[in-house]
């Protein structure tokens, strides 16, 4: 069972701005009933809905092509052999196209892309930037966030080393602007400011995120589409998972996201419960929100087909 759901951001100095936010949906994929592939995209920049759109249609195709060129090589299907090559292998090819693609300008613009694919009895989850994959686990009486992803931004000191190698400055809006000393790097996640790619002569990218797809602008001062993969066994202890955008995380932790798809049974009110939270909170620290996009997978027992309901935690049934 899964459901969906895409809310338009709140943006008051445009009010007719396009979502940039895309989401890819495909049950056994590929016409193999143990294949499932779910993907979330924000698209950033003038023309980020175009990206985001673009890397959706494109990456179930070239995800298939790197699976086949393997197989025909004799090796055996990529995606059963190498998920994480075939993810990596897909999403540079993205990048690339998005590059050469004349319908998209992807100079200055780009997508964040995250992708779980369920492979029998596996989960293989693809991270390009800040969007997220969590899973809910039962664990020690209660349901516990079993973090998929991890989110590509300069607060992480390897991807901070790595943009500052490939010749980028990092420092929040403050920093740029003279308010805050330029080389104190004591950012708080909640401060509202946080840090970003500049180019070493420029007020670009400015990107809160140090992986995407597509931005040409960023990609030059290390800002790259090589995606991080984790690969867990699905055991009984999991519930489900989510994915999502990080219009939901800005203000949500992975385990609040967690506890409130526990709270209902059909995934479709927790994915509007999510975003109801999620724009409130939103509402609540700036004049405006993200666009906010959800994913809710709940995993069915492999032994009888039936989804696995989340057992009931004390007080509630």
């Given at each position: 069972?899964?459901?969906?759901l895409?809310?338009?951001?709140?943006?008051?100095?445009?009010?007719?701005?396009?979502t940039?936010?895309?989401?890819l949906?495909?049950?056994r994929?590929?016409?193999?009933?143990?294949?499932?592939?779910?993907?979330?995209?924000?698209?950033h920049?003038?023309c980020?809905?175009?990206?985001?759109g673009?890397?959706?249609?494109?990456?179930?195709?070239?995800?298939?092509?790197?699976?086949?060129d393997?197989?025909?090589?004799?090796?055996?299907?990529?995606?059963?052999?190498?998920?994480?090559?075939?993810?990596?292998?897909a999403?540079?090819?993205?990048n690339?196209?998005?590059?050469?693609?004349?319908?998209?300008?992807?100079s200055?613009s780009?997508?964040?892309?995250?992708?779980?694919?369920?492979?029998?009895?596996?989960?293989?989850?693809?991270?390009v930037?800040?969007?997220?994959?969590?899973?809910?686990?039962w664990?020690?009486?209660?349901?516990a966030?079993?973090?998929?992803s991890?989110?590509?931004?300069?607060?992480?000191?390897?991807?901070?080393?790595r943009?500052?190698?490939?010749?980028?400055r990092?420092?929040?809006?403050?920093q740029?602007?003279g308010?805050?000393?330029?080389?104190?790097?004591?950012?708080?996640?909640?401060?509202?400011?946080?840090?970003?790619?500049?180019?070493?002569?420029?007020l670009y990218?400015?990107t809160?995120?140090?992986?995407s797809?597509?931005?040409?602008?960023?990609?030059?001062?290390?800002?790259?589409?090589?995606?991080?993969?984790?690969?867990?066994?699905?055991?009984p202890a999991?519930?489900?998972?989510?994915?999502a955008?990080?219009?939901?995380?800005?203000?949500?932790?992975?385990?609040?996201?967690v506890?409130?798809?526990?709270?209902h049974?059909?995934?479709?009110?927790?994915?509007?419960?999510?975003?109801?939270?999620s724009y409130?909170?939103?509402?609540?620290?700036e004049?405006?929100?993200?666009?906010?996009?959800?994913?809710i997978?709940?995993?069915?027992?492999?032994?009888?087909?039936?989804?696995?309901?989340?057992?009931?935690?004390?007080?509630?049934?």
């Open positions: 069972e899964y459901a969906t895409t809310v338009d951001g709140l943006y008051p100095d445009s009010p007719g701005r396009e940039q936010d895309a989401y949906v495909a049950t994929f590929a016409g193999d009933p143990d294949l499932h592939l779910f993907a979330v995209f924000d698209g920049g003038a980020g809905a175009a990206c985001s673009f890397a959706r249609d494109a990456l179930p195709r070239l995800l298939l092509l790197a699976a086949e393997d197989a025909a090589g004799g090796g055996g299907s990529l995606l059963a052999t190498d998920p994480a090559g075939a993810f990596r292998a999403m540079v090819g993205v690339e196209e998005m590059h050469a693609a004349p319908a998209v300008d992807d200055m780009g997508t964040t892309a995250v992708a779980a694919l369920v492979a029998g009895g596996a989960l293989h989850v693809a991270n930037g800040d969007s997220r994959a969590v899973a809910g686990v664990r020690d009486g209660r349901v966030a079993e973090e998929l991890w989110d590509q931004t300069p607060f992480r000191a390897d991807e901070r080393a943009v500052k190698a490939c010749g980028a990092v420092m929040s809006v403050e740029v602007e308010v805050r000393d330029p080389d104190a790097e004591g950012w708080l996640a909640d401060e509202g400011d946080p840090p970003r790619v500049w180019a070493r002569d420029g990218p400015g809160a995120f140090t992986r797809l597509g931005d040409l602008a960023a990609e030059g001062v290390g800002v790259i589409a090589d995606p991080e993969v984790k690969t867990v066994e699905i055991t999991h519930l489900f998972f989510v994915v955008s990080d219009g939901v995380f800005e203000f949500l932790s992975s385990q609040e996201v506890d409130m798809v526990a709270m049974q059909d995934p479709r009110d927790a994915c509007a419960a999510i975003a109801a939270e409130k909170l939103w509402l609540e620290h004049n405006r929100t993200d666009d906010i996009t959800i994913i997978v709940h995993i069915r027992d492999a032994q009888n087909g039936v989804t696995k309901r989340t057992p009931a935690a004390p007080g509630r049934r």
